[in-house]
């Protein structure tokens, strides 16, 4: 890239960081540090405000970076991520939203723990929380990076590992400051910068195509190399029956696990009722769909006018398919117009990669806090504030996620996303619908319900050919794998459902029925919610 790209995009970029942050600091010093206000911020935002803001949270760099990069080198394939992303909101909005709303405060295990025993409840829910807000912050760190190292015009190791530093920073700072008011309104701006961005580069892409979607599709097939077979399913995941199963595998992570993404369901705290909160997810759905059918014209758009080629050839995961797409567009590398939609939308990916990070961190702390924290302190141990915790939490959950981002840089971020959602749905779904749907349901099985999902999906990602074993993976020198499946869900979100099963019928406890009773009434009619 020219010096003009690098000027004009740290330029933007600098100028929403320091909006951002002006907003963070308008916050900290109007809020009255309550933990109401640091992790729910104090439930004032409306059904509007709250729907962009999940939309914000939702539309990540996997969404705007990865998902285009994978329709531009897989065609029909990679609609997969967009489909899925997008059919789960259904789910959502039909089981969770309303009845999370009413029976917690602040994060999933108050849902589960308010008919169990709170100490294991809290202990397996938070630790969960944590495990998916980490893969999830790692996606957004690999985008960090990858973005960087297209901006600087190659590979520049130690740009992209500064990058990552300091994206870790910036979040740790919005949170710790700002909490969830901060996040909400850094969120609200980034979905219409995401928005406006995203429909600007689709109509550039029709108008190229005079509005001919069918030649759009027609170039796109022609310049893949596969003719036909880049708009049939099969080119990533009909090999043989080991993708199909992949491809199966990788749909049910998607589709279930939106409902158990500890940073989705905090949202619906923030508003000040029930049916604020499925109105809410009205709007997100309204917002996110719209966003999603642009990102299939954008990648075939990128397909047709970059070529699968020139994106490979930049970033091996498809990263960067969207800016190079946006320059092409704007007249090319040497044209002012292709200097300034890049830098447009390397800053919107900035933006993007930055809010969503700060509501990942934010929920991951509350998870420590609120939950971890308050069950394994001692009784006698002086008690510190919750939110004092969650913000050294926030720290150290940046520390992490910064290390496993700079390990992960060369992975796909809609592919390192897929791989929260199948933690998130194998670990977190089960123990919420059991304890919402399910009258019967004890601590044991709880408990068994994180941990049955939870260790599987983990252990079989280590062992699957993400970590080693090809020359894409995490170790490529390596080889210690043993299941041969990349997406853990077609395994470990059974193995979820059936020890949480298991664990209530072999348990002594006796449900108790006033509780469930309460539980239903309370969440079905918001009667006693917070």
């Not at 109105?279 to 299939?296: E, K, Q």
């Not at 670990?427 to 999902?453: E, H, I, Q």
Request: hydrophobic content about 55%.
């Amino acid at each position: 890239m020219t010096v003009d790209h690098q000027t004009l995009s740290l330029l933007l970029f600098s100028v929403f960081v320091a909006i951002t942050l002006g907003i963070t600091t308008w916050v900290s010093r109007n809020r009255h540090g309550s933990a109401e206000e640091f992790y729910a911020g104090g439930r004032l935002f409306t059904p509007m405000e709250n729907g962009f803001a999940i939309a914000g949270d939702y539309m990540s760099a996997a969404s705007f970076l990865g998902i285009s990069g994978l329709i531009a080198l897989f065609g029909y394939d990679g609609l997969l991520y967009s489909v899925g992303f997008l059919v789960a909101w259904l789910l959502v909005l039909f089981l969770v939203a309303e009845l999370v709303r009413n029976c917690g405060r602040f994060t999933l295990a108050d849902v589960v723990a308010s008919r169990m025993r709170e100490r294991p409840v809290r202990i397996a829910a938070g630790t969960s929380s944590v495990t998916v807000s980490v893969l999830y912050l790692v996606a957004q760190m690999v985008g960090a990076g990858t973005l960087v190292a297209l901006l600087l015009g190659g590979r520049d190791e130690a740009a992209q590992a500064w990058t990552v530093i300091g994206v870790g920073a910036l979040m740790v700072i919005y949170v710790s400051l700002g909490g969830m008011r901060a996040t909400t309104w850094i969120q609200i701006v980034k979905s219409v910068l995401l928005l406006g961005g995203t429909v600007a580069l689709t109509v550039l892409v029709l108008l190229r195509f005079h509005g001919d979607f069918d030649q759009l599709l027609l170039t796109a097939a022609e310049r893949s190399g596969h003719g036909d077979a880049f708009l049939a399913p099969g080119l990533k995941y009909g090999g043989d029956w080991t993708a199909r199963l992949d491809f199966i595998s990788l749909g049910l992570a998607l589709v279930l696990g939106t409902a158990g993404l500890p940073h989705i369901l905090s949202r619906f705290y923030t508003v000040p009722t029930a049916r604020a909160a499925r109105r809410s997810v009205v709007w997100a759905i309204g917002l996110i769909g719209g966003f999603y059918l642009m990102t299939i014209v954008l990648g075939f758009g990128a397909a047709a006018i970059v070529g699968p080629e020139a994106v490979r050839g930049s970033n091996a995961a498809g990263n960067t398919a969207v800016p190079l797409l946006a320059l092409d567009l704007g007249g090319g590398a040497d044209s002012t117009g292709g200097t300034v939609l890049f830098a447009v939308v390397a800053a919107i990916a900035f933006a993007t990669i930055l809010a969503v990070v700060a509501g990942i961190t934010l929920s991951s702390s509350a998870s420590v806090a609120h939950d971890l924290y308050a069950s394994l302190r001692r009784r006698h141990a002086k008690p510190r504030s919750e939110v004092a915790v969650a913000r050294v939490a926030a720290v150290g959950i940046g520390v992490v996620a910064i290390g496993l981002g700079l390990l992960a840089r060369d992975l796909n971020v809609a592919f390192l996303v897929g791989l929260a959602f199948a933690v998130a749905a194998s670990a977190n779904l089960p123990v919420l619908l059991y304890s919402l749907f399910w009258p019967g349901f004890t601590t044991r099985g709880a408990v068994w319900a994180v941990y049955g999902g939870l260790i599987p999906a983990v252990l079989l990602v280590l062992l699957s050919p993400v970590v080693s074993g090809s020359p894409e993976s995490l170790f490529p020198g390596v080889d210690f794998q043993y299941f041969p499946l990349q997406n853990p869900g077609l395994v470990s979100i059974p193995l979820g459902f059936v020890a949480g099963w298991l664990g209530t019928v072999t348990s002594a406890e006796v449900p108790d029925e006033a509780k469930h009773a309460e539980t239903e009434v309370r969440s079905l009619t918001g009667a006693g919610a917070v």
